[in-house]
């Protein structure tokens, strides 16, 4: 089973430290032989083969478990993105498709307005179709002001009876949410 990030963390911390301490040590095992060398070519006859020679093998051995640590500290980190992943990975499948339904929610919910707007265009174009028929046949147009028939057809209280044009609304309003879709980032896809 994977550990958590935060189970990771403390051990991939110490990882870097004793890396780093594995560094500066080897560092200033490293400064101490040349040290010595310096001071021995330079002639300081304080310096002794032998200091000289365990202060190069200390460097040497220093050197040594410095790989190790960071192969240590390579297998923490492949670990921690394991768990990154898995973290991101949980997120995603926590919140995408929450999201997803609510973007079909929104999608049958328009569907369910379309149907409504059919309906009711229907009945309002079958209402002034009637309405204008009457015009004629049940009233005249002719005997009172509110009520009259021109080349444009039958006026009532100053309005023209004629249907709400909704092709031309349904396409402006589909052609700006497009529009609102296609722009920024991330882009809808057809």
């Not at 328009?110 to 309906?119: F, R, S």
């Not at 028939?149 to 031309?168: A, K, Y």
């Not at 349904?170 to 296609?182: E, G, S, V, Y």
Request: glycine residues 4%.
């Amino acid at each position: 089973m994977t550990r958590t990030l935060e189970q990771i963390q403390p051990d991939l911390a110490a990882a870097h430290r004793a890396h780093q301490a594995t560094v500066e040590a080897r560092s200033a095992a490293k400064a101490l032989a040349d040290n010595l060398r310096a001071r021995a070519r330079a002639g300081d006859t304080s310096v002794t083969a032998a200091a000289l020679a365990e202060a190069e093998h200390a460097a040497e051995f220093a050197e040594l478990p410095i790989g190790a640590k960071h192969q240590a500290v390579e297998a923490l980190e492949a670990e921690a993105m394991v768990a990154r992943t898995e973290a991101w990975a949980d997120q995603v499948s926590a919140t995408i498709p929450a999201l997803r339904t609510e973007v079909e929610g929104t999608l049958a919910e328009i569907g369910e307005c379309l149907d409504k707007l059919v309906q009711t265009w229907r009945i309002h174009a079958n209402a002034v179709q009637m309405a204008a028929c009457e015009v004629g046949s049940i009233v005249r147009g002719d005997v009172s002001p509110r009520v009259a028939r021109n080349i444009h057809g039958v006026v009532v209280d100053g309005r023209l009876l004629s249907v709400v044009r909704v092709h031309e609304q349904l396409a402006a309003l589909t052609d700006n949410c497009h529009k609102r879709l296609f722009a920024g980032s991330p882009k809808a896809q057809r």
